[in-house]
Nanobody, 119 residues
Framework: QVQLVEPGGGLMQAGGSLRLSCAAS????????VGWFRQAPGKEREFVGT????????RYGDSVKGRFTIYRDNALNTVYLQMGSLRPEDTAVYYC????????????WGQGTQVTVSS
């Protein structure tokens, strides 16, 4: 079991940067792949990116590729989403989620944090 908390949202101007954190409880966090997702009002949840349990592999959605970076510090049980060149269309509630190594789905989700980007 792992519990996820995501501090770090806020109101930003277009072109700015923001880092979100996903802090996890549990001693086996290093065995989980962590994903970031977002959902804007009236839209379906969108894949932002994932990072493997070791941190060696990352994947990104097309809409954020080249602007967002995911990295992790397993010693701190924390995964980060560094967002750059923010756009108004990045406005959404951002969620982190964890998937145990070998599992098919993300079984653990944070409560979400609001990111608003003004033009």
């Amino acid at each position: 079991q792992v519990q996820l908390v995501e501090p770090g949202g806020g109101l930003m101007q277009a072109g700015g940067s923001l880092r979100l954190s996903c802090a996890a409880s549990g001693r086996t966090f290093s065995l989980y792949t962590v994903g970031w997702f977002r959902q804007a009002p009236g839209k379906e949840r969108e894949f932002v990116g994932t990072i493997s349990w070791s941190g060696g592999t990352t994947r990104y959605g097309d809409s954020v590729k080249g602007r967002f970076t995911i990295y992790r510090d397993n010693a701190l049980n924390t995964v980060y989403l560094q967002m750059g060149s923010l756009r108004p269309e990045d406005t959404a509630v951002y969620y982190c989620a964890a998937r145990y190594r070998g599992a098919a789905e993300f079984g653990f989700w944070g409560q979400g944090t609001q990111v608003t980007v003004s033009s």
